[in-house]
């Protein structure tokens, strides 16, 4: 849906955006993740047509920006940090209004419009009000549901959540959620969490530069060279730990045990096995096979915390 191809943006000689090339995919929800003045906002302005670029070629749905902008602002929907409100206007009218200058031409086709971004955006309540009365939160809701008015199949989201309290930040995020499949979408963040609660793929950018771009869990495992998943079972005795380590493509097996646990506690282990195939299957069968009752098994991912201060201090050094 959106192809950016070696993107670059100066001013003077300071780099904003340095060279980068990525996709967003029909369907998916893609984080833009990096820190505060990392690029993620001059990449995203540069897409949506705000902003020209110094060298490099994007296209959205189809359509060079540079070529096409107008059919491109067409397929996008845009909702930057700061929502464009006029303050004074009531929900019902502002969100009326953005569906006339969006193209929606029709009275009865903006009442549907209008009706359909009031209900999945939680504004009923609220829809009849001025939009200066409004918590935070609705604001953010309202400036989602004018990204939305003519149902375009991309919405780039500039920090949606930003400024907003934990309830808020939910409410948004389960929204954001909701509309993936529908609407192919680009998030930028710099809340470690939201991405990782909210994206199919993030993509790591600092000082301008992608420096990883992968799901979570396949980011884990390049960084540390294998791929872990954590069991928790009841029995096996002793040789269980040597018919793990039997299993093809297992490099380590390691039992956490606590002192003082009853002996019949659920016993833990990390597994690590080598990349690029997902053994959860196999395991799963051999410990049924070895007449083991499992209890629990999941990947070990790290964090994203943990996943950008790796990345970011691997570029430093």
Known sequence: ????????????????????????????????????????????RIITGYLSATQGKVSVAGYDIFDKPLEVKKEIGYLPETPPLYREM????????????RGLNSARQRRQRLQYVVERCSLEEVQNLHIHKLSKGYRQRVGLAQALIHNPPILILDEPSAGLDPHQIIGVRQLIRQLSGEHSILLSTHILPEASLTCDRVLIIDRGKILAEDTTEHLTGKLKGHDMVRILVRGGGPELEKRIKALPGVQKVAEMTNEGQPKDAPRQFDISYALGRDRRGELARALVEADVELLELRPQAMTLEEIFIKITSKVDN
């Open 1 to 44: 849906m959106i192809q950016v191809n070696e993107l670059t943006k100066r001013y003077g000689n300071f780099k904003a955006v340095d060279n980068i090339s990525f996709n967003l995919r029909k369907g998916e929800i893609l984080g833009f993740l990096g820190p505060n003045g990392a690029g993620k906002t001059t990449t995203m």
């Open 90 to 101: 009531r929900v019902r009218d502002f969100l009326n209004f953005a569906g006339k200058i």
